[in-house]
C-alpha cells in the first residue's frame, strides 16, 4: 500500500505517533477544532498581490521586499507552475519514493537569487502582533519538508527559507484601512532532516498496530481517561 504525506501529516507524526497511525491508517482522524478563515484570506490577498509584481519583474515597494530585491531576489516567473504547486488538491509540489509513496505539499511562494542562481522557499504567515526572531522556528520541518520537494523537482535550493510575517498595527482613521506592519525573518532548512521524517513517519505506518501514545498528546489522554472511566 502507497501513502500521501503532507507535512501537516508529517507535524501530526510529531506531535503523536499513535494519532498520526489512526489518522492515515486507520481512517480515524484526530478531533479537530474550527480553522479560523482569517487566515486563510490573508493567504489569498497577499498572494494576488505577489502576483502583480511576479507580472511586472519586480518586487513590492515596501521595505523589507525592497532590500530583498536589492540582494537579487525576485519573485518565481513561472506563474502557470507555480498554480500547480500551490494547489495540494490536484497536485501540489511532490515527490514519489520506490515504492510510490508521495510526499506532497502546497507551496506559498518561491524567491529566485538571480545573484546565486538557487531558489529560496517563500511563505507568508500572519501574526496578532509583531513576530520574535525566534518565531520561525515552528516552522523549520514545514520549510525543510518544501526545500526537499524543490530539490527533488530538479532546483538548487538556499539553505535559507524566507518568511513574510504581517500583523495589524492600527486602523487608519482617515480612510478606514488597518495598517499592518511587515517583517522578514530567515530559517534555515535541511531537506535530508526533511526526508527521514518521511521515511520515518512511513516506518510507523508499516506496523500492523498503533505505536504508544506521545506522553504530552491531549487527545490520547483524553480517550484513555474516558475508557478508565467507562470500566474499559
Not at 490536484?90 to 538571480?114: M, P, Q, V, Y
Request: charged fraction near 30%.
Amino acid at each position: 500500500m502507497a501513502y500521501r504525506l503532507s507535512p501537516t501529516a508529517l507535524e501530526l507524526f510529531k506531535e503523536c505517533q499513535r494519532c498520526f497511525w489512526y489518522d492515515r491508517k486507520g481512517g480515524i482522524p484526530r478531533p479537530r477544532g474550527i480553522f479560523p478563515s482569517l487566515p486563510g484570506g490573508y493567504d489569498r490577498v497577499t498572494k494576488d498581490y505577489f502576483d502583480v509584481f511576479r507580472r511586472k519583474g519586480e518586487m513590492p515597494p515596501e521595505e523589507p521586499f525592497a532590500e530583498l530585491g536589492g540582494q537579487g531576489y525576485r519573485f518565481f516567473p513561472d506563474a502557470h507552475r507555480l498554480a500547480v504547486w500551490r494547489d495540494a488538491r490536484t497536485a501540489g509540489i511532490e515527490w514519489f519514493d520506490e515504492k510510490r509513496n508521495r510526499f506532497f505539499g502546497a507551496l506559498d511562494d518561491l524567491l529566485e537569487n538571480t545573484n546565486t542562481n538557487k531558489v529560496a522557499v517563500f511563505d507568508v504567515k500572519t501574526k496578532g502582533k509583531e513576530p520574535q526572531d525566534d518565531a520561525t522556528k515552528w516552522n523549520v520541518d514545514q520549510m525543510s519538508a518544501y526545500a526537499f520537494l524543490l530539490q527533488k523537482n530538479g532546483f538548487e535550493v538556499e539553505d535559507e527559507a524566507i518568511l513574510a510575517y504581517y500583523w495589524p498595527e492600527r486602523i487608519n482613521p482617515d480612510v478606514l484601512r488597518i495598517e499592518h506592519g511587515i517583517k522578514i525573518l530567515r530559517v534555515k532548512v535541511d531537506p535530508e532532516a526533511a526526508l527521514e521524517r518521511f521515511e520515518n513517519a512511513l516506518c510507523v505506518l508499516e506496523s500492523p498496530a498503533p505505536p504508544p501514545a506521545s506522553e504530552d498528546c491531549a487527545s490520547c489522554d483524553w480517550l484513555k481517561k474516558r475508557a478508565e472511566a467507562e470500566g474499559r
